[in-house]
Nanobody, 115 residues
Framework: QVQLVESGGGSVQAGGSLRLSCAAS????????MGWYRQAPGKQRELVAS???????NYADSVKGRFSISRDNAKNSVNLQMNSLKPEDTAVYYC?????????WGQGTQVTVSS
């Protein structure tokens, strides 16, 4: 089992910044993909950014140049630095870890960006 604990959500005005953190514990293997997804009301959950254990990153087009994902393999943690936030970034953000074909999810943290 893998447990994910997220922190760092909140409310901010457009143009502001937030940093999300996620700590993983449990049966973590050396190779995995960690990432962040988000789900806005009435929309499907979508990938925001992901990072492999060898630090290969992938970003949604909508956040490229504004968000930055990083990880600490020793601490099994992943962070998402979000800059230049827009109202359309408002969503519940979920931490995700993929290990051996299985997907594990955090409980979600709300990010609200006001105009």
């Amino acid at each position: 089992q893998v447990q994910l604990v997220e922190s760092g959500g909140g409310s901010v005005q457009a143009g502001g910044s937030l940093r999300l953190s996620c700590a993983a514990s449990g049966s973590m293997f050396s190779f995995n993909v960690m990432g962040w997804y988000r789900q806005a009301p009435g929309k499907q959950r979508e990938l925001v950014a992901s990072i492999t254990s060898s630090s290969i990153t992938n970003y949604a087009d909508s956040v490229k140049g504004r968000f930055s994902i990083s990880r600490d393999n020793a601490k099994n943690s992943v962070n998402l630095q979000m800059n230049s936030l827009k109202p359309e970034d408002t969503a519940v953000y979920y931490c995700n870890v993929q290990i051996l074909g299985r997907s594990h999810w955090g409980q979600g943290t709300q990010v609200t960006v006001s105009s």
